[in-house]
């Protein structure tokens, strides 16, 4: 139950990590803000996704063996890369809900 | 030839793919479905349909088993050709050597043995003559299950993923081989034309023109799931590379091969040859257990995933019990050895050197027996998204070049639009027809199983008739409709496997999911229907573009036509 509970949380700071990640690009940005004047605060972030992305090592690790938690890590990181792709492509308001106004760049 | 190295990138990228890709394409898909190839078994012989057991006790359950297994009808065909004069009557052939082997989520156990023979080899070089058998047992019980009716998960579908049943001069393994050698190289050159490759783990915009959205899905795909692709056809290699493709042991070192055992023998102390003294086999059941109190020492309990005996009823028989590798990426090991006569322990493996654990690492990786059911998804999800950029590597190949082709009068990309047609819809519709063929055709059929390849092989062949029927649009620079409408045959034939298996065991959703929970056949289940919701989909939005006025369009920006372009 507790590994359970470690891979939910990989899950979620993967999902969070890589979701922050698309932000930092301008184009992408624009999908979810279509009407914001300014851009992404990439640097805040990066920040995010780096940190979220360790968090999501630290809990595959907690959950699992190291040679498994290795695996389940890189195979998450698809799985978040590819939802958040398609986040992006049918809905992408929903990302604003990972991304307060205070994200933005006040440019 | 090339303006840049990009484009010759590109051209490498291109056609490798292509030739090979439909080669990739079986890889991949039916590589998703060995995931979950025992719980396939389950779906498709529905006498097994209970809970997976540990491996039960030697000394009261296999026991008896192994005394009344028998050599193996067809092995005695295999080896009578290999063999001068007659083999002896298989009653009187004396077993050898034994195994059982069985993993987490085996609820039958898959047991074997070597039968001695007198014979002479036709071929003197032809050592370790023997005639195998082979069984599949009720662990439960003990009862020897009927082994006519194919595994349709391990025995066909994984097979299909790594040799294509293709087994003529092993012609299969080498072909899936150079198509892992291709990937490789079409991952690299894929990198390479990609300058752009982190922005576009996001990018997929599906409401563009086709040849936009599906270079788009194509790198999406490819990108998100790099480190899947790059391990698995790395891995694919390394696993068959000493025993296929590099085989140096079955060739330059084969003269030492005996030398080598005899070595082998002498540093581990498990004897190589028979002593000639007949001894009495002691408790397997009390070696296991000391087997488990060793593992347990070492701070890594576990079951036996597979026990091994040689020289069976000699002095010098042996007994080798390994732990099942369902908590780690490495396969079954650990293993201690026991004198059969005393159950006394004669050696206990050392643990690994690096490379080993590397090695093992590597083919655990690929081969994934570990308990770890999230990880089994991941890989499906990986398995499908590599399927998903080969398909959409066909698209964008015809698409591009389609209008050029009809001007020209050429029917290049009608072919590939078949060929692709083919080994998308139509594979998935061979693989959903044999299930469908498993629920219809009476379970007691004499050859039941060989009906069901039958059904799969002409399903999908009429699949690529079909496609090459109604590829004629695609010449004059039109969608193939063979897409559309094969899309509508999968949608149907996926839900009636659901139904037939429904009627013909009595196990519908409701009883597996919440009733008599099952998850092997409420996953199969669940996936039919998956894949009858998507195909549906597909279907229809393919109707709905049909009816649309195609206008070709151009794309925007230079950067989108260089991209475009790197695939010419």
């Known amino acids: 139950m507790i590994e359970a509970g470690w891979l939910i949380a990989a899950v979620v700071s993967t999902m969070l990590s890589m979701g922050w990640f698309a932000l930092c690009y301008q184009s992408h940005w624009k999908q979810v803000f279509p009407g914001h004047a300014g851009g992404p605060n990439t640097f805040l972030l990066k920040l995010l996704g780096r940190g979220f992305l360790l968090l999501s090592a630290v809990c595959c690790l907690a959950a699992d063996h190291p040679s498994m938690a290795a695996l389940v890590w890189i195979m998450l990181l698809a799985v978040a890369a590819m939802t958040v792709a398609m986040l992006l492509s049918r809905r992408p308001q929903w990302l604003r809900l990972i991304c307060p106004s205070f994200f933005a760049d006040k440019g | 030839m090339f303006n840049s190295f990009r484009m010759s990138m590109g051209w490498v990228h291109t056609w490798l793919g292509l030739v090979l890709g439909f080669v990739l394409m079986i890889c991949f898909f039916f590589g998703a479905l060995s995931v979950f190839d025992r719980e396939i078994d389950r779906w498709a012989i529905p006498d097994t349909r209970f809970e997976p057991q540990p491996m039960p006790s030697f000394d009261e359950v296999l026991k008896p088993v192994f005394d009344e297994l028998k050599p193996h009808p067809t092995d005695m065909a295999a080896t009578q050709q290999r063999v001068i004069g007659d083999l002896p009557d298989p009653d009187t ?18 047991i074997g043995g070597e039968f001695g023979i007198p014979n002479e080899p036709k071929d003197p070089a032809d050592d370790h003559l023997h005639v195998h058998g082979w069984a599949t047992v009720n662990p439960t019980t003990g009862e020897t299950l009927s082994d006519s009716a194919l595994k349709i998960g391990s025995d066909w579908f994984y097979p299909m993923h790594f040799n294509l049943h293709l087994r003529w001069n092993m012609l299969g393994y080498w072909i899936v081989g150079v198509a892992a050698l291709v990937l490789l190289a079409a991952l690299v050159t894929g990198v390479i034309i990609h300058r752009k490759l982190f922005r576009e783990f996001f990018t997929f915009r599906p409401w563009k023109h086709v040849l936009r959205s599906s270079l788009d899905l194509h790198n999406v795909t490819g990108v998100v799931a790099l480190p899947f692709h790059f391990f698995f056809a790395f891995t694919a290699l390394v696993i068959f590379a000493t ?7 079955h060739t330059t070192l084969k003269p030492l091969h005996e030398q080598h055992e005899k070595l082998e023998a002498e540093r581990t102390g498990l004897p190589h040859e028979e002593s000639g003294e007949a001894a009495p086999l002691a408790s397997v059941d009390a070696m296991v257990a000391e087997a488990k109190r060793r593992w347990a020492e070492r701070d890594m309990p576990g079951e036996v995933g ?14 080798s019990i390994y732990r099942a590798g369902s908590d780690r990426v490495a396969l079954v090991g650990e293993g201690i050895h026991f004198k059969a006569s005393t159950g006394e322990v004669i050696r206990e493996e050392p ?54 082709h009809a001007k020209a009068g050429s029917q290049g990309s009608r072919i590939v639009d078949a060929m692709a047609v083919t080994t998308v819809t ?4 061979a693989a959903v027809s044999m299930l ?22 002409w399903a999908w062949g009429l699949a690529f008739l079909h496609a090459a029927w109604r590829s004629s649009p695609v ?6 409709p063979a897409w559309r ?23 519908h959703l409701i009883k597996t999911l919440f009733t008599d929970t099952y998850w092997a056949v409420a996953g199969v289940d669940l996936s039919l229907i998956a894949t009858a919701l998507i195909a549906m989909l597909v279907a229809r939005k393919l109707g709905a573009k049909a009816t649309e006025t195609v206008k070709p369009k151009r794309g925007k920006s230079a950067q989108h036509n260089k991209q475009v372009n790197a695939y010419d």
């Open chain 2, 93 to 110: 052939m004396p077993l050898k050597s034994l195994y059982a082997y069985t993993t987490h989520r085996d609820p039958v156990l898959r």
């Open chain 2, 426 to 429: 139509g594979m998935v519709i």
């Open chain 2, 243 to 249: 025993n296929i493709y590099l085989p140096l042991s």
């Open chain 2, 351 to 404: 643990p690994r050197s690096v490379v080993a654990s590397i090695d093992e690492f590597l083919t655990g990786l690929h081969l994934q027996h570990f308990e770890h059911w999230m990880l089994r998804w991941l890989y499906v999800f990986g398995g499908l998204l590599g399927a998903i950029c080969i398909a959409t590597g066909f698209i964008l190949f015809v698409e591009k070049r389609k209008a050029r």
């Open chain 2, 306 to 319: 597979y026990l091994f005996m040689d020289h069976i009823g000699d002095e010098n028989s042996y007994v």
């Open chain 2, 475 to 480: 010449a004059k620079a039109r969608v193939n």
């Open chain 2, 485 to 507: 409408e094969q899309s509508w045959v999968l949608a149907a034939l996926s839900l009636l496997a659901v139904v037939m298996n429904w009627v013909t065991t009595g196990d």
């Open chain 2, 436 to 457: 469908v063929a498993n629920r219809i055709l009476p379970a007691d059929l004499a050859g039941k199983g060989q009906w069901e390849q039958t059904v799969f092989w």
